[in-house]
């Protein structure tokens, strides 16, 4: 048997929106640790890695390793039907193929989420050596990816000098954002060498949703490697993506 308990409801919807933003079904694994998945989207640019431990729960039980698939549209529009104020219970039987999420609060509402059987094979984490790390507010890295949404579908991000340059270019236009420390924007700034990548707008856009549980994102890359971005709930846990560099025309 699973049951868990998080005193905040909505702290399990965003964790959601973060998921189904970029992957349409996976399987949680919940264990006597706490709940962790891993997935790609569909077409295997990107990977979002979650994991939620027991000491962010009110209450977890988890004697043994239980696979839990989900479809994740199912799950967000359940989801959706959270209030203020409102505890939120998963409960799954060892005999039943069902998730039971329950919201309680002025009332108590049950919902019945049918499991998908997909198995409990895990993807393992990319192994990269990253040469810059960028600690940032998530609403300036947001807002830095919306200026570059308005004239590109890519951005080209840069770390050197101790400043972070976001760029794009396209027929709508040219955009230029430079974050330094100067200005109390770029916390902190870990660089090996300078670092430079193509990477697409659609994908950051769609990962910026985890920035609801986190108030700061913190960035990895190479040039034209994989980002690793990170964002660390204040409840415990973690959303890492993961995304594919996209590689410029010589």
């Known amino acids: 048997m699973f049951k868990a308990v998080l005193a905040d409801s909505r702290i399990w919807k965003n964790v959601i929106d973060s998921i189904s933003t970029l ?7 919940a264990d006597p640790s706490g709940i ?21 729960f009110e209450s977890y039980d988890c004697a043994q ?20 104020n409102e505890k939120l219970e998963l409960e799954k039987l060892d005999e039943e193929a069902r998730l039971k999420i329950r919201f309680k609060g002025k009332s108590s509402r049950t919902f019945s989420l049918p499991l998908l059987d997909l198995g409990k094979e895990e993807l393992s984490a990319p192994r990269i050596s990253f040469n810059a790390t960028l600690k940032i507010p998530a609403n300036t890295l947001m807002e830095a990816i919306k200026d570059a949404e308005v004239v590109s579908d890519f951005v080209k991000i840069t770390a050197e000098d101790n400043q972070m340059k976001i760029a794009a270019s396209g027929d709508r236009g040219e955009v230029d954002v430079v974050i330094t420390k100067e200005s109390g924007e770029l916390l902190s700034v870990e660089q090996k060498e300078g670092a430079h990548a193509l990477y697409s707008l659609t994908y950051l856009s769609k990962m910026m949703a985890a920035s609801s549980l986190s108030e700061i994102a913190v960035l990895m890359f190479s040039t034209d490697m994989p980002m690793r971005l990170d964002f660390n709930p204040s409840s415990g846990g973690k959303i890492v993506y993961y995304l594919a560099p996209r590689m410029e025309a010589e």
Request: aromatic content about 4%; hydrophobic content about 45%; proline content about 6%.
């Open 23 to 29: 992957v349409e079904e996976g399987v949680f694994i």
């Open 65 to 84: 390793e239980m696979p839990i698939g989900v479809n994740f549209d199912d799950m967000k529009n359940i989801m959706k039907r959270t209030g203020s």
């Open 36 to 56: 962790r998945l891993r997935a790609m989207d569909p077409s295997r640019v990107a990977m979002v890695d979650m994991e939620l431990p027991k000491a962010a």
